[in-house]
């Protein structure tokens, strides 16, 4: 199993410009996360999902998108990057089964827009 | 809404020392669980708590979740450099408990 894949790796884009972060995960897990880690922080909570068609908000989500067609899948996107969208992404996913959360990390993108 | 907070939030140790990282919650949690997060990488699960008072212990590593579930601590035995990362804390959230509020983390760096 590939586990946690996200890509791409790093990107720098423009203010303004779009952008979707992929996310794909082989281990039939019904929630998929996004969160943003800024430079010596801790991670918040941008969007979720708990299955496929479903998806709410996080912590901090202005300024983002996802969608949830596929189980596999949960791709989110970033409309008119702004400077303060700069952070490293991570998508984690996880099964919740009898109350054990354990979440699966991907390697992150590390964003860059200026 | 709920908050979980880690102190401190860096230790730099010598290399043989002990650490300890704490955490704390603004309201119950119905179990905790830690992460480490190498420098450059992700994190990844170390462990997760769910009963009053319990201590589990990997190796060096100890973790303890306290007896109102609202703190929990991580301490390392005699660190080691490949100790070296953040550690992070993160309680349950939300309806059914999908989410996790993750701490600020505690970055360890280790003088070999």
């Known amino acids: 199993n590939a586990g946690v894949t996200q890509t791409p790796k790093f990107r720098i884009l423009k203010i303004g410009q779009s952008m979707t972060l992929q996310c794909a995960q082989d281990m039939n897990h019904n929630y998929m996360y996004w969160y943003r880690q800024d430079p010596g922080m801790g991670l918040k909570l941008i969007y979720y999902?708990?299955?496929?068609?479903?998806?709410d908000k996080g912590e901090v989500p202005n300024g983002y998108n996802v969608s949830r067609s596929t189980t596999e899948d949960f791709p989110l996107r970033l409309e008119l990057a702004a400077p303060s969208q700069t952070s490293v992404y991570f998508c984690?996913?996880?099964?919740?089964?009898?109350?054990?959360?354990?979440?699966?990390f991907g390697p992150g993108t590390r964003l860059t827009v200026l | 809404g709920q908050q979980v907070m880690q102190i401190p939030q860096y230790q730099h140790v010598q290399e043989g020392e002990d650490f300890t990282t704490y955490c704390n919650s603004s309201?119950?949690?119905?179990?905790i669980q830690w992460y480490k997060q190498r420098p450059g990488g992700h994190p990844v699960f170390l462990i997760q708590l769910v009963k009053s008072g319990e201590v589990k212990k990997q190796k060096r590593l100890t973790f303890q979740f306290g007896e109102a579930k609202k703190n929990s601590s991580l301490h390392i035995t005699a660190t080691q450099t490949t100790d070296v990362g953040t550690y992070f804390c993160?309680?349950?959230?939300?309806?059914?408990?999908?989410?996790?509020?993750f701490g600020q983390g505690t970055r360890l760096t280790i003088n070999p």
């Open positions: 309201t119950t949690l119905s179990n």
């Open positions: 999902s708990v299955g496929a068609g479903i998806t």
């Open positions: 984690a996913s996880s099964t919740l089964l009898a109350g054990w959360n354990e979440q699966f």
């Open positions: 993160a309680g349950p959230v939300g309806q059914g408990a999908q989410k996790l509020v």
